[in-house]
């Protein structure tokens, strides 16, 4: 069984400001990790995923972020957000079937 | 462009009556998963397909709902009879078995009166 804990609930931060929001993952088999960013009243878009190689990664929208096994974690960072980056995002774990567990949250609010 | 298609966007509707939700996934994927969102559970998976046959149905009520794909182009997620702990969001997903990423749909908002 695999289980996503997002350490923060909501984050504010003004723009031009970097922002991280923290994951926790757990599992008892290798995973595949994603983040995804849901936009009010839409979908959720994928920003980046990890499903092996190099542990940093590189996603949409400048956004990136880090695999440590050992910590088992996988921030997402982004060294200046925007106005536009207000929106949720969800951190996921899949086994190698693609069924994801998702954490449940965090809010971002960017303001001026 | 490719996307996943769901429909109906909204749906109202009183308890007790049945709701149909339909999810065309993207041409050539064969899975397709469904998603229940809510304020208190967050996301939850509720069945997922491939090939059009249902792999885990688990995270399903099954004295109510039932999830079917009658062909590869149309997945549905019927409850019957609704309840109004069935208002959430539900999202369609589909991938393939090569590219390990789900691409969602525009979601469902389901209200039960």
């Known amino acids: 069984a695999q289980s996503v804990t997002q350490l923060d609930s909501q984050v504010p931060v003004f723009e031009e400001a970097p922002v991280e929001l923290r994951c926790n993952y757990s599992?008892?088999?290798?995973?595949?990790l994603f983040w995804y960013v849901q936009y009010p009243n839409q979908g959720l878009q994928l920003l980046l995923k990890?499903?092996?190689?190099?542990?940093l990664v590189k996603g949409i929208n400048g956004f990136e972020a880090e695999f440590n096994k050992s910590q088992t974690s996988f921030h997402l960072r982004k060294p200046s957000v925007h106005i536009s980056d207000t929106a949720e995002y969800f951190c996921?774990?899949?086994?190698?079937?693609?069924?994801?567990?998702f954490g449940a949250g965090t809010t971002v609010t960017v303001r001026a | 462009d490719a996307r996943v298609t769901q429909t109906p966007r909204h749906k109202v509707t009183e308890m007790g009556q049945e709701v149909t939700m339909r999810c065309q996934p993207i041409?050539?994927?064969?899975?397709v998963f469904w998603y229940r969102q809510t304020m208190m559970q967050g996301l939850e998976l509720l069945a997922y397909?491939?090939?059009?046959?249902?792999?885990?149905d688990s995270g399903m009520p099954k004295d109510r709902f039932s999830a079917e794909m009658p062909d590869a182009t149309l997945a549905t997620l019927k409850i019957q009879p609704s309840e109004p702990r069935d208002s959430a969001v539900y999202f369609c997903?589909?991938?393939?078995?090569?590219?390990?990423?789900?691409?969602f749909g525009q979601g469902t908002r389901l209200t039960v009166v």
């Open positions: 997903a589909s991938g393939t078995d090569r590219n390990t990423e789900a691409f």
């Open positions: 397909f491939r090939n059009r046959a249902p792999l885990d």
């Open positions: 041409l050539g994927h064969n899975t």
């Open positions: 996921a774990v899949s086994d190698y079937d693609y069924k994801l567990s």
């Open positions: 599992s008892s088999v290798s995973v595949y």
């Open positions: 990890y499903l092996s190689g190099s542990t």
